[in-house]
């Protein structure tokens, strides 16, 4: 296991009824400012209790955030919460949301005129407004981690960033909100969360034994809680599992002190990008074609994971491996998501050579856990995928 550090900063207020208590994490005297995306709470009634339970506030709000966070409406924000003095800001969203709230806070305090830079200079935050989130769907563990995606529609981009100023102050987990979500975006948030574990585990045996238990035990419980999930969003059972997976998933426990392979959201950035794709569903395209790419490096680990996650006890290491990638791809389609490029656009011609242009661009020239994925490799993955 390699040396790691460890802090995680985010108060976690979890369960039924938690949004009451939003007053105890706020202070009496901020001014606030509440973001919200395109209106589901409202109609869910989220917008409601979060008003309620921050009367007496000098409260802003902000609606309208796109999924995929879409750079020049947060621009409107940013001149608002500057021109109103806002001191707090206060995300009531999936990860579109929080992630816009990240990017404000950060923008708030950026010095320069450009906060677009924020994401291009690759420089850690390490100083942002403070802010708490109450989330309303469980997929991108951005309520507990300080890492942010930001959308740029007019350059077809989509980059991130992050830094120790990014955690949370607080998130407000409360399972209930998971009965409204449509199906589409619970699919998307089981298999993103699924995603977030492989990402962190799928690369080579390297001694971390308790966090390859805490990878295959979010993995399996992803596996139990989705069909239930999917059957019935109102279970509160299921829902609290599923929303504390999401959670902790991303958190950053699960991969300190073991490689990481971060490929697949890399590539899967791009396709949503280029083609506002879901993002989880751009990962549901690319892994299985990246597993089977990189099969001789990640053999051990897929074969570990289909004996341990999905209970293949039968055949030799490359038959259990190749078994594993098997099972994911066949997860993914119980969600009912798709796992080929074509199946989302007829326009996937070039598409492997302009994302293996666009990581030559950014240097991202070897990346994956080895340090050996090139650009090259990249465009292959993406046409296997087609
Ligand atoms: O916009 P509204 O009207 O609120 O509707 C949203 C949105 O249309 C809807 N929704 C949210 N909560 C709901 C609900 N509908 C009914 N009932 C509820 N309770 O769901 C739609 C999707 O929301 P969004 O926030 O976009 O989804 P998600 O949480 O999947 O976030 C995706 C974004 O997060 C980034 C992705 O790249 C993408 O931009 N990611 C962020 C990460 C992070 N910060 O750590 C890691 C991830 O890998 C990911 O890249
Ligand atoms: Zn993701």
């Known amino acids: 296991m390699n040396n790691f550090e460890y802090k995680n900063p985010t108060k976690i207020l979890f369960g039924k009824g938690q949004i009451e208590r939003l007053s105890e994490e706020i202070p009496r005297d901020a001014k606030v400012m509440m973001l919200y995306g395109g209106g589901s709470i409202k109609r869910t009634g989220i917008y ?4 309620k339970a921050l009367l007496g506030y000098n409260l802003l709000e902000y609606g309208g955030i796109p999924p995929n966070p879409e750079y020049n409406v947060l621009m409107g924000a940013l001149k608002v919460i500057k021109e109103e003095k806002v001191d707090f800001l206060l995300a009531v969203g999936g990860g579109s949301v929080i992630d816009g709230t990240k990017f404000l806070s950060a923008a708030a305090f950026f010095e320069g005129d450009n906060p677009w830079e924020l994401l291009t200079k690759g420089k850690p935050v390490m100083k942002g407004m403070p802010f708490g989130t109450v989330l309303t769907l469980p997929a991108t563990g951005s309520e507990m981690n300080s890492g942010l995606v930001i959308t740029r529609e007019e350059t077809k981009e989509k980059l991130s960033t992050g830094g120790p100023a990014l955690y949370p102050q607080f998130s407000v987990l409360d399972p209930e909100v998971v009965k409204s979500i449509p199906q589409q975006q619970l699919a998307n948030g089981v298999a993103d969360a699924y995603m977030h574990v492989m990402e962190q585990y799928m690369t080579y045996p390297m001694g ?9 035990g979010i993995l399996q419980t992803l596996i139990e809680v989705a ?17 504390w997976s999401c959670t902790m998933a991303l958190n950053g426990l699960i991969s300190k002190g073991v490689s990481e392979d971060w490929s697949v959201h890399m590539m899967g950035h791009e396709l949503t990008a280029l083609f506002g794709i879901d993002h989880a569903r751009t990962l549901a395209i690319l892994a299985p074609s990246h597993y089977q790419y990189n099969f001789e490096t990640k053999k051990g680990k897929l074969a570990q994971y289909a004996e341990r996650v999905w209970n293949v006890t039968e055949g030799t290491e490359d038959e259990k491996a190749k078994a594993g990638i098997k099972k994911t791809e066949e997860f993914f389609h119980s969600l009912d998501i798709k796992t080929k490029l074509s199946d989302y656009t007829k326009d996937y011609e070039g598409t492997a ?5 666009r990581f030559t661009k950014r240097g991202w020239v070897k990346i994956g856990e080895h340090g050996t994925l090139t650009p090259e490799d990249a465009k292959k993955i993406v046409e296997m995928s087609y």
């Open 227 to 243: 069909p239930a999930i999917m059957k019935d969003p109102s279970d509160y059972k299921a829902a609290a599992n599923f929303m």
């Open 48 to 51: 409601e209790q979060v008003t």
């Open 208 to 216: 971390g034994l308790i966090q390859d238990r805490f990878a295959e």
């Open 353 to 357: 050579e302009e994302v293996a242009k």
